[in-house]
């Protein structure tokens, strides 16, 4: 899994948090969707980004790796909840879209809608 935020600290933090979860292995982060598209590594095949970035949102983050990478799963989080930010989230082509600080709930989309085939 590969994670982008542009807030640092909360970016580590749920790094640290998700990579102790049973099945969930974090093997890089971004803080921007630029970086995201250049170093996302091969083996990769879930991306959880932020939908508010500076430069590239994450709707176009999502959007590049759906012709890029689209083996990759892509979830999106966003502080503010609503269904046209989970309508834009999903009509570039996320899996699932999650409300930031449900962890409960990310968790559980990760394991339910990422889960290899």
């Not at 892509?74 to 930010?85: F, I, L, N, R, T």
């Amino acid at each position: 899994m590969f994670l982008v935020d542009d807030h640092r600290w909360l970016l580590d933090t749920l790094a640290h948090v998700l990579s102790l979860e049973d099945g969930i292995e974090v093997c890089g982060t971004a803080t921007s969707g630029e970086e995201a598209i250049e170093t996302l590594p091969d083996h990769v095949d879930v991306l959880l980004t932020d939908m508010r970035l500076p430069g590239m949102s994450g709707a176009d983050v999502v959007r590049a790796l759906a012709t890029r990478r689209p083996d990759v799963a892509c979830v999106v989080v966003s502080a503010k909840p609503g269904d046209e930010v989970r309508a834009e989230a999903l009509d570039a082509g996320a899996v699932a879209y999650v409300v930031k600080g449900d962890l409960p709930a990310l968790v559980h989309t990760i394991h339910t809608c990422c889960a290899p085939a």
